[in-house]
Every structure is written in C-alpha cells, then in structure tokens.
C-alpha cells in the first residue's frame, strides 16, 4: 500500500485462529466508518476482508496474519491479507461449489465483489499477501 496516505492505513496483526477473522472484520470496520466511506463500501469491503482472513486461517501453515486496509487515489480501497506461508501456495482456486457444499465460495465472492484482485509474494511476512480493490466513489 506505498500509495496510500499514513492516515489513511490500518494494520493490524493477528493469531491465525478462525476468532480472529472477527476481530479482523470489526476492527477494519471501525476504521472504515472513521473514513467516512459509503455504507455500501464498508459492507463490500468487511465481506472480503473477511474471506481473505479467513483463507489465511484455514488454507495456509500461518500461526498469525497481517491485516491492511489503506484509501488509495483514485478514490480506491485496497484492502490486505499477508500469511507466513512460506511455501506460496496459492490461497485457493476459482472452483465452483456444488449447491449442497457449506464452503468453498470465498474467492468466488472475492472475485465478483472487488474491483480487482490478486496474490503477490508478501514483503512484510514472507508468505502470500492476498489483496482486493474497491472504488469508494459513486
């Protein structure tokens, strides 16, 4: 997130257990509300961060993870999710669930919600940094 301003970036860290993406989730949110951003925005942008922290919780070998959410110009969000897996794997694949299946729908929802979205090698963690955009004007 070199583009976005100081004060407007958020990161927090946290314990890769499924409580976490919670805290991630309400926390990020609170930031989100204090920028003054659409209502419409702020429930897109808790949805991915939500999926994007829960996909480190449970598909990667991470004992924590790094959350960030940053305005960027442009009027875009860019939203973070960095793991500690070393072993790059990707967090997932772009399969379709069958109607009955109870998960597996995270990065379908990643992909029809963000603007744009994508894994790199992560620079802060050495793991995966799973990250979306969002246009935050209307």
């Known amino acids: 997130m070199d583009d976005a301003a100081p ?33 419409d925005v702020c429930a897109n942008a808790a949805l991915l961060l939500s999926e994007l922290a829960t996909n480190a919780v449970l598909h990667t070998l991470s004992s924590r993870f790094l959350c960030g959410i940053g305005l960027l110009p442009g009027s875009r969000l860019r939203l973070e999710v960095h793991d500690q897996d070393a072993t790059h794997r990707a967090p997932g694949t772009r399969t379709c669930p069958g109607p009955t299946a109870e998960n ?29 955009t969002l246009t935050t004007a209307v």
Do not use: F, K, Q, Y
């Open 104 to 132: 597996g729908r995270g990065l379908l929802l990643v992909h029809e919600i963000a603007e744009t979205w994508g894994v790199d090698r992560s620079t802060l963690t050495g793991g995966n940094a799973v990250w979306a």
């Open 7 to 39: 004060d407007r970036t958020h990161w927090l860290e946290l314990p890769a257990h499924r409580a976490s993406v919670r805290v991630a989730r309400h926390t990020m949110g609170e930031h989100l509300d204090g920028w003054r951003l659409p209502a």
